[in-house]
C-alpha cells in the first residue's frame, strides 16, 4: 500500500502515535485505525485475508466501535464488491466499486489525479474547521457507489458526481488524500485523531 | 472543480540540484531539500524528481535521497532516474515517493506490463522525450535522449496506455530550458489519441504557457522546470510558484 509511509508521518507530526501493524492484537487494542493504500482492490484484500487480519478488523470495527478511517482503496476496501476483481470486500456500507465510464475523453482522462473540489453533504465532526468545496488531492480510477444515500460524506464533480467521501457511526472513509493536501489535510486529520 | 496539477520538476545530478537547456548545459541550482521546504511554503501541487545520469551510470536514484524527500514534503510527488526492475519500484515505494517515473526502461513492455499490474496504474507513469531527427520527424528518447526507440510519440504513447500506464508525460526535448512556450502540437497529439493522463514538460515560462497547454494542449498535468528555479531575465536562481489565484483555470465552466 504506497502511502503507507506519508499517512504514519502525518500522524506522528500532528503528535499523535502512529504504528504500521499487520498484527490482529495491535488492531485491537488500537485508539483508532487507519486503512491506507493505493494498489489494486483484489490484491489489498487477498493480503489482509492472508494475513488473517479481517476477523480482527471485524471486531475492532464492528464490535468495539473503533474509530476507522479508509483511505482510497482503503475506502474502497470498505464496500461489498469492486469491479478491479472478484473477491467480496469487507462490506462495511452495502456500495460498490465501480470503474470511471466517462464519456468525453478528451476532457476527462482517467485515473481522475490532481486537486478537486469536495462538498460537504452531511455534518460531520470530521469535516469540522473544512469548508465545502475545499480541494483535496485525487489519483484514482475507480470509485465507491452507495445503496444507503444517508451514508454519503462527500461528493466531488469529474465528468459526473460521485461519492468522493462515507461515513457511518464510527466509520470513515475517504477517495482523496488528506495526508497530501497541505493545509486542509492537516485540519481533517486533527478531526479524527480529535474523535 | 477540477483543476490541472502544476508541477515543478527538479533534476538532480548526485545530490544537488541542476537545471537544463535541451538536455545540456547543466546549471547548479542549490540544495533540493531546501526546494522542497520552499515548496511545502508555496503550497505546490506536486513536485517530480529526476536522477538525469542515474540510467547512464547503471543505478537507481538514491533511496536516502527519496526517504528525505518524503519526510519533508507535503505534497505527492513522483521519482524518476534507473528504475528498470520491480524490486526498484518498491524500493522507492517504501521510501515515500507516490509516482514512478520511468523513462529508459519503457522500451521493455513486459516490464511496464507487470510493473502496472504490482503497483497500480495511478503509480507509474512514463516520461517521453520527443526529439526531431533531420528529415524524419519527431522521435521518441530514452537514456537522457541519446537512443531513439520509436519514430512515433503517439503510437507509443498509445503502447504505453494499453500496458496499463496511469499516466505519460510528454518532454519536448528542444524545448527544454529555453522557457519560450510548450510544444503545443505535439501535446495536442498526445492528448487528443490516448484516454489517461497527459502531462505537459518541456518549454514553460510563465502561467501563461501553463494555460496554454491546459486550455489548447488539453494537457492535465502543467509541468516545468525553468520556471520554477529562476527568476527575471537574467536567471537569477530564485525557488518560486504562482499564486492559487494565478492557477484557477478551468476548461470545464
Not at chain 1, 7 to 31: C, F, G, K, P, Q
Amino acid at each position: 500500500m504506497g502511502n503507507l509511509s506519508s499517512v504514519a508521518r502525518r500522524l506522528n507530526s500532528l503528535n499523535s502515535t502512529a504504528i504500521i501493524s499487520s498484527d490482529a492484537n495491535e488492531i485491537l487494542s488500537a485508539d483508532k485505525i487507519i486503512l491506507p493504500g493505493v494498489g489494486h482492490f483484489q490484491k489489498a484484500m487477498k493480503n489482509i485475508q492472508s494475513l488473517h487480519l479481517e476477523a480482527a478488523l471485524h471486531e475492532a470495527v464492528l464490535v468495539k466501535k473503533t474509530p476507522v478511517l479508509g483511505i482510497c482503496l482503503g475506502m474502497q476496501l470498505m464496500a461489498n464488491s469492486s469491479e478491479e476483481g472478484s473477491v467480496k470486500g469487507l462490506g462495511w456500507f452495502d456500495a460498490e466499486v465501480v470503474k470511471f465510464e466517462v464519456e468525453d475523453k478528451v476532457n476527462y482522462k482517467v485515473p481522475h489525479i490532481g486537486w478537486n473540489s469536495v462538498a460537504i453533504n452531511k455534518k460531520s465532526p470530521i469535516m469540522n474547521g473544512i469548508l465545502h468545496e475545499e480541494r483535496f488531492y485525487f489519483v484514482h480510477s475507480y470509485h465507491i457507489k452507495m445503496k444507503n444515500k444517508q451514508d454519503i460524506l462527500n461528493e466531488t464533480e469529474y465528468s459526473y458526481k460521485f461519492t468522493s467521501g462515507i461515513e457511518r457511526e464510527n466509520i470513515f472513509g475517504v477517495q482523496y488524500h488528506p495526508e497530501k493536501s497541505h493545509d486542509a489535510g492537516n485540519q481533517f486529520f486533527k478531526n479524527f485523531i480529535a474523535l | 472543480m477540477y483543476r490541472p496539477r502544476v508541477i515543478p520538476v527538479l533534476l538532480l545530478k548526485g545530490n544537488i540540484l541542476v537545471k537544463s537547456v535541451q538536455f545540456k548545459n547543466h546549471n547548479y541550482i542549490g540544495d533540493p531539500i531546501n526546494a522542497v521546504k520552499i515548496f511545502n511554503d508555496l503550497k505546490a501541487d506536486e513536485l517530480i524528481f529526476l536522477d538525469i545520469e542515474a540510467s547512464k551510470q547503471g543505478r537507481l536514484i538514491s533511496l536516502d535521497f527519496v526517504r528525505e524527500v518524503g519526510e519533508e514534503a507535503n505534497m505527492p510527488f513522483g521519482v524518476g532516474g534507473g528504475v528498470k526492475s520491480l524490486a526498484d519500484i518498491e524500493s522507492i515505494i517504501k521510501a515515500g515517493a507516490e509516482r514512478i517515473i520511468i523513462n529508459s526502461a519503457a522500451e521493455n513492455n513486459s516490464f511496464i506490463k507487470e510493473a502496472c499490474l504490482n503497483f497500480g496504474s495511478s503509480t507509474i507513469s512514463v516520461c517521453i522525450d520527443v526529439k526531431k531527427k533531420i528529415f524524419k520527424g519527431n522521435h521518441v528518447w530514452i537514456n537522457a535522449g541519446t537512443k531513439s526507440i520509436s519514430n512515433s510519440p503517439v503510437n507509443f504513447a498509445r503502447k504505453m496506455e494499453d500496458l496499463g500506464v496511469g499516466e505519460v508525460i510528454i518532454q519536448s526535448m528542444a524545448n527544454d530550458g529555453r522557457m519560450g512556450g510548450y510544444d503545443i502540437e505535439l501535446i495536442k497529439e498526445i492528448t487528443q489519441n490516448i484516454t489517461i493522463p497527459v502531462t505537459a514538460l518541456g518549454g514553460a515560462g510563465n502561467t501563461n504557457d501553463l494555460l496554454q497547454a491546459y486550455d489548447e494542449g488539453l494537457a492535465n498535468g502543467l509541468a516545468a522546470g525553468s520556471m520554477f528555479v529562476y527568476h527575471g531575465s537574467n536567471k537569477g536562481v530564485l525557488v518560486n510558484y504562482p499564486e492559487k489565484k494565478e492557477l484557477e483555470f478551468s476548461r470545464f465552466i
